[in-house]
């Protein structure tokens, strides 16, 4: 049973579809659940001394992009949480501060030279939270299928039947 569950979001696809289920959990246990957004700080430039550039997004804009959030969810009381610094700590340290049972977070699948350059915050989070982690990756946008002239319906995907499936 969750009592709270966190919900740290970047406002990207994957975060909206773990977002939709953290809700589903929260109203599933009578649980609170707590979002959170991480603005990552600007970093120094190192020139004729430090100069600090301005931010890309102020706190009013992420605490409208929050409270979007709640109003998407209005029968629930979501605690709305901004915090700054790196992403990773800080949704470990606010995991630990409440006391979360539970962290339900988006990735964006990243792979390869895109994983390395960039990180991962899921990952991190999967390796280093004290609770159970639940990471939600958005579902891949499909192509549309164009009809070919030499066919009268679209192409359908592949079904494995269950005796194949178990194989797997």
Known sequence: MFS?????????????????????????????????????????????????????????????????????????????????????REILRVAEEISCDLIVIGTHGRTGLGRLLMGSVAEQIVRKAACPVLTVKSAPRREKIAASPLLSAPIAEPVMEPAVMARY
Request: aromatic share 4%.
């Open 4 to 88: 709270t569950i966190l919900h740290p979001t970047d406002f990207s696809t994957s975060s909206k579809a773990a977002f939709q289920l953290a809700c589903s959990l929260t109203r599933d246990h009578g649980a609170r659940l707590i979002v959170l957004h991480v603005a990552t700080p600007p970093a120094a430039a190192f020139a004729e001394g430090i100069v600090v550039p301005e931010p890309s997004l102020d706190d009013a804009v992420l605490w409208q992009n929050l409270r979007h959030l709640q109003e998407q969810e209005s029968d629930l009381a979501l605690d709305l949480r901004l915090a700054e610094g790196s992403a990773d």
